[in-house]
């Protein structure tokens, strides 16, 4: 029983340590959080330190700690053209896309919690979007696609840049579920909401 016991709680250090699983949003190209961290950015004190604060067992269910909740953050997702004129005279630039803009809510998870992050459906796993009280309406993706067409002068010594900026929430903490006194999984746990959307293009002289 011991030698049981002792496999479980090494198991659990084992998969609380496995690498960070990356929603989407931790892809763009820049994020700004004006105060607070990402789970992918924490600290392994900071990790470990949450993580004890449900190591505390019980009979069955989750435990959960938040670290963040709805913290503010903005982010470039792509940039969809850099054009820079080095000459002496205005350049005429056209631009033309189909842009698709999608996944208005994201999650990322560490350890040994799991989640699916479909199309269709975004949820964790065994239960723990209902421990976490995830509204419904978060978890729908939403897709829609827009077509971009611009004519821009582009004057001498400058750069003109066009990319999906973006602000959402985010949501982090830690989470350790049991089932009769043994802890079953244990990780850390994210979700990101993005409250707004759209292109921005920015002329800088050079």
Known sequence: MKWFISTLLTLSLT????????????NYEDVTIIDGTLLADF???DYQEALNKVSKRKFFGWRVHYVHERIKISYIKETLFSYYNDGKTAIQYNYS????????FSIS???????????DAKLFKNKLDAALKISSDYKSSQSKKETIQ????????????????GEGYVTNGTAARYLFFFRTHIGGFEWFEVSTEYQRL?????
């Open 43 to 45: 600290e392994e004190v």
């Open 97 to 104: 896309a189909v842009y698709e803009q999608s996944s208005a």
């Open 109 to 119: 998870a560490t350890g040994s919690i799991d989640y699916s992050n479909k199309d």
């Open 150 to 165: 611009l004519k821009i002068d582009v004057d001498p010594g400058t750069q003109v840049d066009l990319f999906i900026y």
């Open 15 to 26: 998969l609380a340590m496995m690498p960070q699983t990356l929603g989407s949003y931790q």
């Open 202 to 206: 920015e002329k800088i002289k050079i």
